[in-house]
C-alpha cells in the first residue's frame, strides 16, 4: 500500500505547478485536465460544502478487482496535485458505476 501511495504522489509530480492560494475550482480544473490526458474520463462538481470529482473508467479494472488496494494510487496521486486531503466515495472495482473523490476545502484552501 505504501509502494502504490508513492507511486501515485510521484505521478503527480508531473502535473503543472498551481499558483499558491490557487482557488480549488482552479485546482479541480487542472486536476481533471491532468487525468483526462491520461487517459481518465474525468470531472467535477459541487455538492453541498464539498466538492465531488469523478472518474467514468479505471484504467487498471481488472486489477483492481482482486487487489483493491491499487486503487490507492490513485487516491494519493489526486490527492497530491489537489493538494487537499480527499475521501473515496465510490469505486468501479466494487461495482458502482465510477470512482467519486469527496474533498472538503479547508478554510485556508478556498
Not at 22 to 48: C, H, P, Q
Not at 56 to 67: E, K
Request: include cysteine; charge should be positive; aromatic fraction near 6%.
Amino acid at each position: 500500500r505504501a509502494l502504490l501511495r508513492r507511486a501515485g504522489k510521484r505521478m503527480a509530480s508531473s502535473a503543472p505547478a498551481l499558483r499558491r492560494g490557487a482557488r480549488i475550482e482552479t485546482r479541480l480544473d487542472r486536476t481533471v485536465e491532468f487525468l483526462t490526458e491520461r487517459g481518465y474520463m474525468a470531472r467535477w462538481e459541487k455538492s453541498n460544502s464539498a466538492f465531488a470529482l469523478s472518474v467514468c473508467n479505471c484504467p487498471y479494472h481488472q486489477v483492481a478487482l482482486a487487489h483493491r488496494e491499487v486503487c490507492e494510487m490513485d487516491v494519493a496521486m489526486i490527492g497530491e496535485i489537489l493538494e487537499m486531503p480527499l475521501k473515496m466515495s465510490q469505486c468501479i472495482a466494487n461495482q458502482d458505476g465510477k470512482c467519486t473523490f469527496i474533498v472538503k476545502p479547508t478554510a485556508n484552501k478556498k
